[in-house]
């Protein structure tokens, strides 16, 4: 008998723009509403695999996320980009290197590109001094590059693709791929995403944008993959009410939105 596969959880983080929802001094119907849908943090996710947990990116939303979910302890930490809204959380991972003290201090592990890894350890230079100061973030940097590779037997694979110009990441783990800030995507990295059962990608609005994926754009990719169901994430308040924007989706395709729990 052949062993059964363990199920993968997925629950979003945040599933908003680098500005969220509602955006500071703006009084639109989507920033004024009561509809906790509409309420987006900055883009992220977790990925539960039996008693592995993976975070997947950490703007400056993260210490309120990791709150909101009552997490303790993590695996890993993977980066898709640069961004401060994808890493601008970083300094907050220092919480987590002390819960189980004074019995162990526990360094986080965050996984990136060189690019990414380059502008975090010049961000959070203080975090890789030959003598840090005490309470500092005790992170453990590693980097990956084009081909797959493992965390305590787990197989992660990067998606490459381009954020107008800059390069991002996107991951596949198992049957879920999760892609966010992508502009366009190559049709060898697209090969990638063969027999993905759920495919997560950015939607930032239904007009184009110059270094986002439109609604559009977003369910041509998904038309290439034709996974069994997609979600939509990092969307601005341009998308529109959840409840009306929804409905202009084919079947099978649907805004995510923060809190949303999904099962493989």
Do not use: W
């Amino acid at each position: 008998m052949e062993p059964i596969s363990p199920s993968i959880r997925l629950t979003f983080l945040g599933t908003g723009t680098s500005q969220g929802v509602p955006v500071i001094g703006c009084d639109c119907a989507v920033c004024t509403s009561t509809d906790p849908r509409d309420n987006r943090l900055r883009t992220s996710a977790m990925v539960e695999i039996g008693d592995k947990r993976f975070i997947i990116d950490a703007g400056p939303d993260f210490r309120q996320q990791m709150l909101r979910e009552g997490i303790s302890h993590i695996t890993a930490i993977l980066l898709t980009h640069k961004h401060k809204d994808h890493i601008g959380g970083i300094d907050d991972v220092r919480a987590l290197n002390f819960v189980d003290y004074p019995q162990a201090v526990r360094a986080v592990h965050l996984y990136g590109s060189q690019d990414t890894c380059e502008c975090v350890r010049k961000d959070f230079d203080y975090a890789f001094a030959v003598n840090p100061y005490r309470g500092v973030p005790q992170i453990e940097l590693h980097e990956f590059g084009t081909q797959p590779f493992e965390i305590e037997g787990v197989e992660v694979t990067p998606i490459r693709g381009e954020h107008s110009r800059f390069e991002v990441t996107g991951f596949r783990i198992g049957e879920l791929a999760y892609m966010t800030d992508f502009k366009s995507i190559s049709e060898s990295e697209i090969e990638k995403l063969n027999g993905v059962k759920v495919l997560v990608v950015n939607a930032l609005r239904f007009e184009l944008h110059d270094s986002h994926f439109s609604v559009e754009e977003a369910l041509q990719l998904a038309q290439k993959v034709a996974p069994e169901r997609v979600y939509f994430t990092h969307m601005s308040h341009d998308i529109g009410l959840h409840c009306v924007a929804n409905l202009r989706l084919p079947d099978g395709v649907e805004f995510a939105y923060d809190g949303l729990k999904i099962e493989l």
